[in-house]
């Protein structure tokens, strides 16, 4: 049987198991000390613990991280990194620098788009993830080695994440809640709930759990269609939590004093009229939430296109003459595919030809 990470546990987990040992109440906290701040990536490098003990831990856990793929970009740009998991299986995660449009306020914040399952069950028709189908959840240690290897390869320290990598998040709710349970922790990455998003196609059953969930991190609702027949076109979930259901469940999240703002891809001639323009700025307006225009990314194989520049800037002044907050990304990122999914599907099809030459 596979051992289980040593980074999928919370402190308190971790302190339980030890204890059961006869190890000191203060074990537990040494060993996150030698994860997490000072990221050492052996039990052995931990010097401080008696010989058994990382015996023990040696035994019981394992302590493999990613292996790194390919990195793409540079310091001052977006970096995008490919990483095979223990299991062979590939995912993306992408460092983003300061990006004033990217969760609607200015800031110096470097943040990592973060991925969550091997691909996604969700198909929506413009996303790369969606394209190869799903292949199962990341678990808690997958979801914060990320975060640790990021940093480790950037020597760029992570202060905001983004759960918009690969996969739906609301799909794997135990284990992300599990991970942002070490992410936020002071004994782990120390990450503030408020610079944590996680953004959902809009799986209604889940933002409701999400709505009573204590920790104050954001939700960003995936809407891109702000009347049926355009989401349906684009976005299959939208047939199984159609707009009501998927806005009374928000009600019902900003209900309980929650916040939360809507993603709206613009692709040209699909979603970018005026028409969805004035309606979208009224379900804003309905939830108080702020609007972030994303311009589409292209994604080899698909056939949609992002609008003109003038498009985008009348999308947004429309919402804007309705009161709306509103932001247009202007893209970073866009030259070395940063739209998540995409680098994995180049690098699966370049594997794929290798093998079986035409
Ligand atoms: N499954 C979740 C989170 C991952 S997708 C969700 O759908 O919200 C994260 C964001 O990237 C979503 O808003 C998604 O619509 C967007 N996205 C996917 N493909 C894109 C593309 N080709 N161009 C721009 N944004 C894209
Ligand atoms: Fe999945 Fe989100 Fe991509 Fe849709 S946009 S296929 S839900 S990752």
Redesign the pocket.
Known sequence: MLKPSIKSLLLDELAHQLALRGEPSYRARQITGWLYKKRVDSFAAMTDLPASTRAYLAEQFSFVGPEVVRVLGSKDTTQKFLFRLADGNLIESVLIPASPALYGEASDRRTACISTQVG?A?G?K????GLDGFSRNLDPAEIVDQLLAVEANSGQKIDNIV???????LANLTYLLHAIGIINAPWGLEIGARHITI???GLAPQIRKLATEPTQFRL?I?L?GATDAVRSQIMPVNRKYNLATLLEACDYYVARKKRLMF?Y?LIAGINDTDEQAHKLAKLAARLSAKINL?P????EGLEWSRPSRNRQESFLRILRDHGAVATLRREKGHDINA???QLRLQTRRAERKERSPA
């Open positions: 996604c969700y929506c413009f996303c790369a993830s759960f918009m990598g690969m996969g739906e998040p953004s959902t196609s960003a995936s891109h993603e891809i994303i589409y990314n292209t994604v739209a998540c999914g």
